[in-house]
Nanobody
Framework: QVQLVESGGGLVQAGGSLRLSCATS????????MGWFRQAPGKERKFVAT????????YYADSVKGRFTISRDNAKNTVYLQMNSLKPEDTAVYYC?????????????????WGQGTQVTVSS
């Protein structure tokens, strides 16, 4: 069973950047599609970005397209979320998720393993 540990969250001013990392255990990392989701205070968790097992295809929520980039280093068993031009509305707990198939999806219910989350706060 793969385990996920997120890091890289913090407090940043609007317009700034952060890079989140999600380190995974296990020996079959390329078999997993990976995703990032976020949950703002008082709101439901929402899809942010996803990437296929090979890293060849990525897909983004419209709200982050052009500002966020998901990537993965399969040699390091790690997936990243580079977040640029951050806005106060990006403030949320960000979760990394793994799906036991290399095909991407934006559906939260199709992910099998979740990290504990990392807080991102963007001040205006």
């Amino acid at each position: 069973q793969v385990q996920l540990v997120e890091s890289g969250g913090g407090l940043v001013q609007a317009g700034g950047s952060l890079r989140l990392s999600c380190a995974t255990s296990g020996r079959t990392f390329t078999s997993y599609a990976m995703g990032w989701f976020r949950q703002a205070p008082g709101k439901e968790r929402k899809f942010v970005a996803t990437i296929t097992g090979s890293g060849g295809v990525a897909y983004y929520a419209d709200s982050v397209k052009g500002r966020f980039t998901i990537s993965r280093d399969n040699a390091k068993n790690t997936v990243y979320l580079q977040m640029n031009s951050l806005k106060p509305e990006d403030t949320a707990v960000y979760y990394c998720a793994a799906r036991r198939t290399p095909d991407w999806t934006s559906r939260e219910d199709l992910y099998d393993v979740w990290g504990q989350g990392t807080q991102v706060t963007v001040s205006s």
